[in-house]
């Protein structure tokens, strides 16, 4: 909840000082950033920062750190499929008590990297430091940035205390015109990290998904199975079980070099050092290397009609409708289609009634056998929601992915049919 907010003390810093501030630390130097994914997703995650161009690319648990200015953010928010948030590591420092915080974090220019009055919720965290655990962070911390923008004569954040993900999601344009900011505290050992979100929403939200009931595949996870059975658009594309269409669209991106963050808003955009024209001209180049249709054939096929219906819907939202063939069809008793065998993708539904009963082992060999025989030829990837389901499809050649999807952790088979 918000702190009992004090009276500006002195001038705002006029706006020729804000922008001289912002250019010196915000602008000129090359900052630490740090691309977060769900566990398992790194190893695809450094392939693609990597070739995005981003420098010093490194993966540690939970995602990537790369370096790079303002513009490395921008880019790696508009380019990256498998990442969740990029957040940018304003400073790093040694922090043995809490008035090492206070201290430390006092000396930063908030004002250049936060909006006046911004809704901010601070998250801490700790490891390995036996000497104040992560509710010990946020006083200080909180202390430290409200003094130092009221001694500049600026408004204190407006504290936000859930770090629920619906703070942000529900926050209503009309009253919240700032759009909630992050700053993650992480302790580890004595060192302290803290960065700034610059996504804002989570980045598998790609401002086109239509919500429907179903079980839907985070267009992250779809994405980062793409890339990780080798597709890059040149090959023919099925999910013979597509529901809402996620890895039809994904692939759709992918084959037509579509920015993932095409059709969304992102924090940076609400800094006081966003930089319009680099966001433009970095849009304007997608848009020359984007090609105007997928170079390989894409099929969706559902058992469920208005399923289908929802995932054409989905597709035309990302506009990428002309490059899916939609097509009603049962998975066990349809032939693959009439095309050159490329990538199958699979997301069965689990935990369901199925005709091999309750059984989702069972179920799944059965979508193995439908795989050797109608499929052959095939590269193969499957979701599994266990390793022995992912046995059970008994396909040649798999390696498996551990990943985790909406909230359990999933075996994604890839192989030869
Ligand atoms: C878990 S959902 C797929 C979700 C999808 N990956 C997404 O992101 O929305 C499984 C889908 O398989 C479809 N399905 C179930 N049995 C099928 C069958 N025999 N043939 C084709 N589709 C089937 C269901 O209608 C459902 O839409």
Redesign the pocket.
Known sequence: MPEAATAPSAAPPDVVNLERRVKRHVHAPVHGWFAACAPGVEPVLVVEARALGLEDVAAIPGGVTFWGKLEAGYRANLHLRTANRVWLRVMDFSARAPEDVYREAHECPWEAFLPAGVPLLVQASTSRSRLFGGGFLGRPLRDAIARHLRALGLPDPTWVDSPAEDVVDESDPETSPVPLQRLLARLDGNRLTLSLDSSGELLHRRGFRLE?G?????ETL?ATILLAAGYDGTRVLA?????????GVEAAAIARHLPPGRSRDFLFRHWPSDRAATWEHLRRLAGVAALDAAPAPILC????AT?LDL?RSHAMRAGVGPDIRFEA??????PAPDLPPGLV?L????G?R??AGDDPVAFFRRVGRRLTSAWWGWSVAV?APSPAAADALGLRAPRHLHLSHGGLRVTVVLAQA
Do not use: E, I, K, W
């Not at 179903?214 to 985070?218: E, I, M, T």
């Not at 069809?329 to 349809?334: E, L, N, P, R, W």
């Not at 997301?347 to 689990?350: G, L, S, T």
């Open positions: 429907h179903g079980a839907p595949l985070r779809a999910d013979p079980m597509c529901g809402s269409g996620t890895f096929r559902d058992v469920d399923v995932a069809a049962d998975f066990f008793t349809t993708v997301n069965p539904p689990y369901l199925q005709d979701v």
